[in-house]
């Protein structure tokens, strides 16, 4: 696996994060709760960061966009298995452009080169989920070709609801 990926454009880079990439992964994924509205639900710590995406058994994989060299977002993904596909799929849990950097074209590449990962790995594509109120990206999900999911919704089970189901 290349450390970089191929791009035709030369003010933008992409590369795959190393360890020493952690604070500034952490510092982005702060940046993203803020965007969220969310910054209560930030509790990670880079040390938890280090063990999923770098530890025995990473979980998750992270490309980091720069912008002449200048951090500029990152896009952190995982491997998931479709059992009516019988194959894998990446799912996007998080992708964040730094708002001096948006419409600039980071975005664009980065779903580039996942979908390039997809490909060179016979996954069978790839999925996310978006925030309702978050036109902006919304948009750019379709301009760049994606479809809205149907006969999903989304639902979690967290903190308390959790607790209490465990007993």
């Not at 999923?52 to 995982?78: D, M, R, V, Y």
């Not at 309702?132 to 999911?149: L, Q």
Request: hydrophobic share 40%; glycine share 8%.
């Amino acid at each position: 696996m290349s450390s970089s990926f191929q791009l035709d454009d030369s003010r933008i880079s992409l590369r795959w994060a190393k360890p020493e990439d952690i604070p500034l992964i952490h510092s982005m994924i702060k940046g993203l709760a803020d965007y969220e509205q969310r910054p209560h639900d930030m509790i990670a710590k880079p040390e938890n960061l280090h063990d999923c995406l770098f530890g025995e058994s990473p979980l998750a994989e992270t490309i980091l966009a720069f912008n002449q060299s200048q951090p500029a977002g990152f896009a952190l993904f995982q491997t998931l298995y479709s059992t009516f596909l019988g194959k894998r799929y990446i799912y996007l849990e998080d992708i964040f452009i730094l708002p001096e950097f948006r419409g600039n074209g980071i975005g664009k590449h980065l779903f580039t080169s996942l979908a390039r990962v997809c490909l060179s790995r016979g996954y069978a594509g790839m999925e996310w989920s978006v925030l309702d109120w978050n036109d902006p990206a919304i948009s750019f999900y379709k301009a760049i070709g994606a479809t809205k999911a149907s006969g999903h919704l989304h639902y979690a089970l967290t903190g308390n609801a959790l607790r209490r189901l465990s007993k």
